[in-house]
């Protein structure tokens, strides 16, 4: 492999000479061999807006000339095109503070940017500090990339994949609403309601929750961005704040605004915390609506057996036949992982120290996988499992008309005691709840078939 020297402050490093980046990324690169887990491209995503805008604004203030930071732009659009791409190789598990995947996108974007100039004829020189990073310091950069990424993925993945699985259930809660099936309660049986009832309960988990991130997403608007190191705003013109978050709102066509408390920004994570919280309250919905799914289609002969779901692969390597509910499988491993993510970030959040959080890059790589993973089983789940769901009339009905619990229809006739007398006679004596209930006395033939239509249990007569 062939190498260049690069230079910063503690001295000479070789550098891949096929790699953009500097001195300081080939350090961490090499002291940070940590794992496999890389800094998310979704992070290298934001942070090429982040750097596009603050080459705007300082160019507006005066403090960056414009041929460099029109440089510098252009060197931003090459990575949001992809072009830069294996340039950004560094590990999660690195300083806390993601100073030296800061400084990986100051190198980067420092060194194309020169290359663009040099094949404009200039010979001007592009420093990862003095004007890439220019009015920033990684302590607010990271804090702003965190809030940018969590609301731009959700906003642009995980609100459409929500839409999408919404309107799937929706669609099953009407075509479902007329067939009468037992309800269960305890994992026991309880009164009936319709299929259509019960899945429409699953649709509005879904769009529950989406009402719940659209309002928490908001307090991600606010921005680190200008309380550079400590939050005073140290070598930060007057007033770049606020332009900041103007660019950057223009660029992303997402509102930003500059964080009233660059203290609070820098040291705490509670934004995070809350908005992740929404994500963990997805994904136990996702949770119950997966587990619903596969006990009702539990069997096919000897389980519930009312629904039937999509065979999309075999299912054992010995048992002939056999399907599995995979999708549901997947959902509910993504569940916990997204679980799991939740404490990770629960824990790091609460870890700040005087004027900064020493825990973000773990924090953007959770928030990410969580975003993405759930993003992503929910198209998975919609189109390999729910748009497929059929109902198993034969065994709804069985089921429906075997349950004792319809004697719940008998109360405001006969009231609760003899009702129960009723249910217990017919379960010990192996009649059914008609001829238990007629040879009380209690009700007449006519008086029983009135009270004990499935539909009128339903609420639907």
Same mark, same amino acid.
């Given at each position: 492999?062939?190498?260049?020297?690069?230079?910063?402050?503690?001295?000479?490093?070789?550098?891949?000479?096929?790699?953009? %980046?500097?001195?300081?990324?080939?350090?961490?690169?090499?002291?940070?061999?940590?794992?496999?887990?890389?800094?998310?491209?979704?992070?290298?995503?934001?942070?090429?807006?982040?750097?596009?805008?603050?080459?705007?604004?300082?160019?507006?203030?005066?403090?960056?000339?414009?041929?460099?930071?029109?440089?510098?732009?252009?060197?931003?659009?090459?990575?949001?095109?992809?072009?830069?791409?294996?340039?950004?190789?560094?590990?999660?598990?690195?300083?806390?503070?993601?100073?030296?995947?800061?400084?990986?996108?100051?190198?980067?974007?420092?060194?194309?940017?020169?290359?663009?100039?040099?094949?404009?004829?200039?010979?001007?020189?592009?420093?990862?500090?003095?004007?890439?990073?220019?009015?920033?310091?990684?302590?607010?950069?990271?804090?702003?990339?965190?809030?940018?990424?969590?609301?731009?993925?959700?906003?642009?993945?995980?609100?459409?994949?929500?839409?999408?699985?919404?309107?799937?259930?929706?669609?099953?809660?009407?075509?479902?609403?007329?067939?009468?099936?037992?309800?269960?309660?305890?994992?026991?049986?309880?009164?009936?309601?319709?299929?259509?009832?019960?899945?429409?309960? %699953?649709?509005?988990?879904?769009?529950?929750?989406?009402?719940?991130?659209?309002?928490?997403?908001?307090?991600?608007?606010?921005?680190?961005?200008?309380?550079?190191?400590?939050?005073?705003?140290?070598?930060?013109?007057?007033?770049?704040?606020?332009?900041?978050?103007?660019?950057?709102?223009?660029?992303?066509?997402?509102?930003?605004?500059?964080?009233?408390?660059?203290?609070?920004?820098?040291?705490?994570?509670?934004?995070?915390?809350?908005?992740?919280?929404?994500?963990?309250?997805?994904?136990?919905?996702?949770?119950?609506?997966?587990?619903?799914?596969?006990?009702?289609?539990?069997?096919?002969?000897?389980?519930?057996?009312?629904?039937?779901?999509?065979?999309?692969?075999?299912?054992?390597?010995?048992?002939?036949?056999?399907?599995?509910?995979?999708?549901?499988?997947?959902?509910?491993?993504?569940?916990?992982?997204?679980?799991?993510?939740?404490?990770?970030?629960?824990?790091?959040?609460?870890?700040?120290?005087?004027?900064?959080?020493?825990?973000?890059?773990?924090?953007?790589?959770?928030?990410?996988?969580?975003?993405?993973?759930?993003?992503?089983?929910?198209?998975?789940?919609?189109?390999?499992?729910?748009?497929?769901?059929?109902?198993?009339?034969?065994?709804?009905?069985?089921?429906?008309?075997?349950?004792?619990?319809?004697?719940?229809?008998?109360?405001?006739?006969?009231?609760?005691?003899?009702?129960?007398?009723?249910?217990?006679?017919?379960?010990?004596?192996?009649?059914?709840?008609?001829?238990?209930?007629?040879?009380?006395? %209690?009700?007449?033939?006519?008086?029983?078939?009135?009270?004990?239509?499935?539909?009128?249990?339903?609420?639907?007569?």
């Amino acid at each position: 492999m062939e190498y260049r020297i690069e230079k910063d402050s503690m001295g000479e490093v070789k550098v891949p000479a096929d790699k953009l %980046w500097g001195a300081q990324t080939q350090r961490s690169f090499e002291n940070f061999k940590i794992g496999t887990e890389k800094i998310p491209p979704e992070m290298v995503t934001v942070f090429a807006y982040l750097k596009k805008a603050a080459a705007m604004v300082n160019n507006d203030l005066g403090v960056v000339d414009t041929e460099r930071a029109e440089a510098i732009v252009a060197a931003c659009d090459d990575v949001l095109a992809g072009k830069l791409a294996g340039n950004f190789p560094l590990s999660v598990w690195m300083t806390g503070s993601g100073t030296q995947f800061n400084m990986n996108m100051n190198e980067v974007i420092a060194h194309r940017a020169m290359d663009i100039l040099r094949h404009q004829g200039s010979d001007l020189n592009v420093h990862p500090n003095d004007h890439v990073n220019h009015s920033q310091s990684s302590n607010d950069t990271f804090p702003t990339g965190l809030h940018i990424a969590g609301l731009m993925l959700i906003v642009n993945q995980l609100f459409p994949a929500m839409d999408r699985l919404y309107e799937a259930l929706h669609e099953k809660s009407e075509e479902f609403k007329s067939i009468v099936k037992i309800g269960r309660t305890h994992l026991q049986d309880a009164t009936p309601l319709t299929l259509g009832q019960e899945v429409s309960g %699953w649709a509005r988990m879904i769009e529950r929750d989406k009402e719940m991130l659209t309002a928490g997403i908001d307090f991600l608007r606010d921005l680190a961005m200008g309380g550079t190191a400590v939050g005073t705003g140290i070598n930060c013109p007057k007033g770049y704040d606020v332009k900041f978050a103007a660019a950057l709102s223009a660029l992303t066509g997402e509102t930003f605004h500059t964080a009233p408390n660059k203290f609070q920004s820098l040291t705490s994570k509670d934004e995070l915390v809350a908005v992740h919280g929404m994500l963990k309250a997805l994904a136990c919905d996702l949770m119950k609506i997966a587990n619903d799914v596969r006990w009702l289609a539990s069997g096919p002969r000897c389980g519930i057996g009312e629904l039937t779901i999509p065979e999309n692969e075999p299912g054992s390597s010995i048992m002939p036949s056999k399907v599995n509910p995979t999708q549901c499988e997947a959902v509910t491993m993504v569940s916990v992982q997204v679980m799991g993510n939740d404490a990770t970030i629960g824990f790091a959040a609460s870890q700040g120290n005087f004027e900064l959080n020493v825990f973000m890059p773990v924090m953007a790589y959770n928030i990410i996988q969580s975003i993405r993973l759930l993003s992503d089983v929910m198209d998975s789940f919609r189109k390999h499992c729910v748009e497929g769901i059929r109902p198993n009339r034969v065994k709804i009905d069985f089921n429906l008309h075997q349950s004792l619990i319809l004697v719940t229809g008998l109360i405001p006739l006969i009231g609760y005691d003899k009702a129960c007398i009723i249910a217990k006679k017919a379960a010990h004596e192996g009649l059914t709840l008609r001829e238990s209930a007629l040879e009380t006395g %209690w009700v007449t033939a006519d008086e029983f078939d009135a009270a004990m239509v499935p539909e009128k249990l339903a609420g639907i007569q």
